[in-house]
């Protein structure tokens, strides 16, 4: 039996004697560590109040005189986590540093985002002095691919005095975790809670039909079983009474009839659902922004009511309230009245796609109970506290950026996690809708995984290369790479590999000698049969190895012929959703993969890459292309005469072209054929040692490189990038047999981007120079910007504008080109490539334009735009133009442009979410 930790310290007493509630027995822990000069580590699930640790660090700074930084990996928790300090310590204690705002900076206690505490390490600024305690809320945001780096910058970084309190979800590596930070900054408490402080209970919608996920019947104390219950009724709902033991045959054909989108039950009578079951208020999660809005919609056109006349009007008070900084003409751009009417009524979507002030509204309504579902995409699980009594998943497929993928079981128990207010609920509910793709086994494989790993996504990049070597040198950069987590991880599972490694070569020398006694039992010479087994397996490796050159032949026949069409030429396009006839609108440009712009038949408008054909594209024919190709007009009337041209796609299914003969691998054939070993027969015995011994030695080559490169991995990718910035001048040998960052490098130092080495890139060539401040912000805007899907990216020709921006965008593709080569040869990942589709629509605005002229601007390039993506995008163009101009000599014309650039972009509805 575990003795309850007791509250003893000083500061620890005055702090608890000043919260409403007792705090729990691992806060105590977590606190008495800090109060005792140790570094803590908190694992602890969703809604347990791990906060709580961290908001005492801030008391614990402020007692002892000493300094207190909060960082959160996103703006919107930063700002709640600021006004909640700030009614606790008073406005004058805290201040706000997220990049794009700047409240009261030298405040004692300051909350900002990881990145910005990042960069003060970098600058090695000034208010770093007397900084005592560092809180890295969401830690496990270390695990992250595109941004995780950047936590491990920050412990490495900051100054061995500093006590880092890091606040994670419950991972199951938590002690590795603990270990690793112990190694790097001194002696850290590991204090794990994997208790609920609210229970959760996992529920599966069927239709009309609510049922528990688990066996509640079970009291053994096992593993939980499916609800038996549910399995069958899900049984009969597709197959029939009748229909036993085709169960996933039925589902796969149920999926194929309905869809992977259908959910099975309309979302207005699923609201009326949790209501009448006590749910509300609950979270749906949808994985889409046209999820949440078609959810949202639905709920407007039905009779749903969930709020009283009074509590209408409240929300009326909020809204105004939040809409107090709009210009009077963007309301109608940006669908007040409608979302307003779903506020009224009780619902609201929240998303990226909804300006900041939206969902800052929704937020407040929501924590006031006047919002009593919210249909969500899963930013809204990343820390802002807005717990539920219920959570609804509709899938258990996300989008990531790249494809669609699996829910993670971290992932589930994040999003569920939001179910159960601690002292409001006395259980919460994670309901999932059932669809034929979401088999109950599966849910209570998620839900029963409660943790899961935490893995480093560490990895050497430009900016910080030549941060690290400005501060440390080359050898002091590398020393800190191999303190790690990445390289902490990579350590421990090497001894593992070499493990392995060595119970590999146990086992191959056993087999050599079983082989060579199997070899004398049938009077066979083992020499004379190695040399067999080694022709048969040279002859397999022989036709692996032609099946990937003709592969690549063809890859590099395709992206040739491909690179080399030309505006108006009608070829097919062989694979994909777009197949059949096509007509170039604008030619690719370079690059390892040409992606010429096309439009099809049916007035489908993309860039299509080797990916959509088998064989070498053939030009079909010509036909006749207007000069401007950006209207639907325009498309539709070039897609009317492809139909109308006469030309016909090639007839029947498209077959790769046949392979060449290898007079080498028929050669090897004959010699196989005619070796004395190959008509022998009773061996089968010795075959099979044979293939095993062959497993076993690839499993000893594969291992033994494995080690050698996974323990040098980190290392060789950072000189990799070393090499690209001594190619590129950014760095240079002293002379003195080190290396030391270049004036021309001071510059890269600064940019914190992405497209870091381009940005540097195209200022040292001089391409953004001499632009107006409305061109400057558009060019910048290809370096950021991402197209949300596959859509109409026009190339720099089609691009409006003036022939300024024209040619520094061109200028800008042709740095990126040399660019790549230079990363090519190191084998360095190469920077992506630009992206025009926000150009005209920043252009726009920076020249002063209204926001529907904006979002107009965007859509006849091809970019259908929210509101929140045309500011979140506006944002990063300040902040990166910010950059440039503080980066480059003050009194050059790019300063200049760089600041009117930001004044231009920084008004209306982007400046009120900047304030």
Known sequence: MTTRAEISGPELTAFAGRLEFAIDDFQIRGCTALEDGLGVLVCAPTGAGKTIVGEFAVHLALARGGKCFYTTPIKALSNQKYHDLIAVHGAENVGLLTGDNSINSSAPVVIMTTEVLRNMIY????????????????????????????????????DPGVRVVSLSATVSNAEEFGDWITTVRGDTAVVVDEHRPVPLHQHMLVGNRMFELFDRRRRDGGKPEVNPELTRYIKHRVLGADAVGTYRDRLARERGRRGTRTTGVSRPRLVSMLENEGLLPAIAFIFSRAGCEGALAQCLRSDLRLLEPDEADRVDEVVERHLTELAPGDADVLGVDAWRAGLRRGFAAHHAGLLPTFRQAVEELFTLGLVKVVFATETLALGINMP??????????????????????GEYTQLTGRAGRRGIDVEGHAVVVWTPEVLPDRVAGLAGARTFPLKSSFAPEYNMAMNLIDRLGLDGSRTLLRRSFAQFQTDRSVVGQARQLDSAERSLRKLDTELDAASTRHALDPDVFAEYVDLRAAIKQRERAQRFVRRLDSEESIAEDLGALTRGQVVSVQTGRHRGLAVVLDPAWKGADPKPLVLSEDGWVGRVGSAEFVNPPEVLGDLRVPKDTRTRHARREIAA???????????????KKAAATDPELDEMRGRLRRHPVHKASGLDDLYRLAERRGRVQRDVESLGKAVQERTSQLENDFDAVVGVLLDLSYLEDDGEGSIRVTPTGAVLRRIYSESDLLVAECIRAGVWDRLSPPDLAAVVSSVLFTSRRESYRGGVDSMPGNRALRDALTGTLEVWEATNRVQERRGVVQTREPDTGFCAAVSAWASGRSLREALLAATEQGNLLSPGDFVRWNRQVIDLLEQIRSSVDPNAPLASAAKRAVAGVRRGVVASELD
């Open 388 to 409: 539920a009594r219920s959570v609804v998943l509709e899938r258990l497929v996300k989008y990531n950026g790249e494809s669609h993928v699996d829910l993670t079981p």
């Open 123 to 158: 600058a090695d600024s000034p208010a770093l002095q007397g900084l005592s305690h560092v809180v890295m809320d969401e830690v496990h945001f270390l695990a992250d691919r595109f941004r995780g780096a950047v936590w491990e910058e920050v412990i490495l970084g900051l």
């Open 641 to 655: 005469a492809l139909r109308k041209s006469g030309i016909e796609r090639p007839r029947g299914r498209v077959k």
